[in-house]
């Protein structure tokens, strides 16, 4: 049958054979020339499930993606724009660039992301159509303050700060970003050439897999290190979002990092399921292959349970303790004499992350070493 018929109206309402299906995998069917979409409601239910229809939010976006250039939502869409810069303040300084904004109160390193990008800039074509291009490079800096939206400034691209290296200081309403080597930087760097986005869509980070070693029977130790010319760092309790490629699409998993030691390292442990997603790729991959990650996800501020608490209990499950290991080692760091409890959930003694093959206690059984003298899980 060709047409959908649904009776109840003068006429009945038609509607053309079906056209394909949606990202989510419905399909899609065109109404009859003159019928809304209201009209279908009005059949199928009535105006009451109409009008609650209508105040659902609208979906999440797919969590594949067959653009190997963006990843997730583009920063263009769903953040806040406006010329005004919502109260931020940016000056050029002698050697670098300053931006401050008053909501921010109490600024710290984990707070502030820096990249000076590199791109490639297509200048003009010959006759031949060769395209000639410039090496230029992009600075961007992205605020997450506590409890407030993020905020990404990103300057236009320029051969002035291409193999440019920078020095990051960090105030309590402010950043300063200089480049020793460079002075007079008013035509690069100034409000002008600045866009200013709040709420932004992430933006993401290409890594090199610097080591790799396996856990226990399903779990992997990645760590990673970013582009020479980013400075990142990971809030206690966030997590980043992790591309990977499968087939001709690319999956996004979210994974809370076990640690940040440097701004160019991050580690992750990561659970593999046989039968997973996500996870058999993961597990394929070697020392030297590349890995991208999201800017920091979170906007909670959790350093108050490794300074101010005189007692912490923790509970977690699995590959739940993630969170669980960095907030330890930051408590050890700064409350060594306080009291501490976790209590961790696994299928079998095996599942535990504590010991790998070869015999050698891991991070998480010399964190248990610090609390319970020299007995080991």
């Known amino acids: 049958m060709n047409n959908l018929s649904v009776t109840g109206t003068n006429g009945g309402l038609f509607a053309k054979p079906t056209i394909g299906r949606s990202e989510y995998g419905r399909v899609k069917v065109a109404l009859a020339p003159g019928k809304g979409f209201m009209d279908w409601l009005r059949l199928t239910a009535n105006k009451h499930l109409a009008k609650r229809i209508t105040g659902v939010p609208p979906p999440l976006p797919p969590t594949t993606s067959d653009d190997t250039n963006k990843l997730g939502v583009p920063s263009s869409l769903g953040s806040d724009y406006f010329d005004g810069g919502f109260g931020s303040r940016v000056e050029t300084l002698e050697h670098g660039i300053s931006i401050e904004n008053d909501e921010w109160t109490g600024l710290t390193e984990q707070n502030v992301i820096v990249s000076l990008t590199p791109i490639s800039v297509k200048t003009s074509i010959n006759t031949r159509g060769e395209e000639n291009s410039e090496e230029h490079a992009r600075l961007r800096v992205l605020i997450h303050h506590f409890w407030q939206p993020a905020m990404e400034f990103e300057f236009e691209s320029t051969q002035t700060l291409t193999q440019q290296k920078y020095e990051l200081i960090v105030r309590k309403n402010g950043v300063d970003i200089r480049f020793p080597a460079l002075e007079n930087l008013e035509d690069v760097l100034n409000r002008e050439k600045c866009k200013i986005r709040r709420r932004p869509g992430s933006s993401y980070h290409s890594t090199k897999i610097i080591d790799l070693f396996r ?14 010319h980013t400075t990142y760092r990971i809030p206690l309790g966030y997590h980043v979002g992790v591309k990977v490629r499968k087939g001709k699409g690319n999956l996004y998993r979210p994974y809370t990092p076990i640690s940040n030691p440097t701004p160019q390292r991050i580690d992750l442990m ?8 996500c ?6 991959l070697q020392i030297g292959d590349d890995l991208v990650i999201s800017d920091p996800i979170g906007d909670k501020d959790f350093t108050g349970w490794v300074e101010n ?11 739940g303790i993630t969170p669980m290991i960095d907030l330890l080692e930051r408590r050890i760091q700064k409350a060594s004499n306080s009291e501490v409890y976790m209590i961790m959930f696994n299928k079998t003694e095996e599942d535990i992350q504590t010991v790998t093959p070869d015999g050698k206690t891991w991070k998480l059984g010399e964190i248990w070493k610090t609390f319970e003298g020299d007995e080991k899980i």
């Open 270 to 277: 990561i659970k593999i399921y046989p039968d997973g997603i």
């Open 279 to 284: 996870t058999p790729c993961l597990e394929k």
């Open 215 to 228: 856990l226990n029977h399903d779990t992997l130790v990645f760590s990673l290190e970013l582009p020479e």
């Open 309 to 319: 608490s005189s007692q912490l209990i923790l509970l977690s499950a699995g590959s």
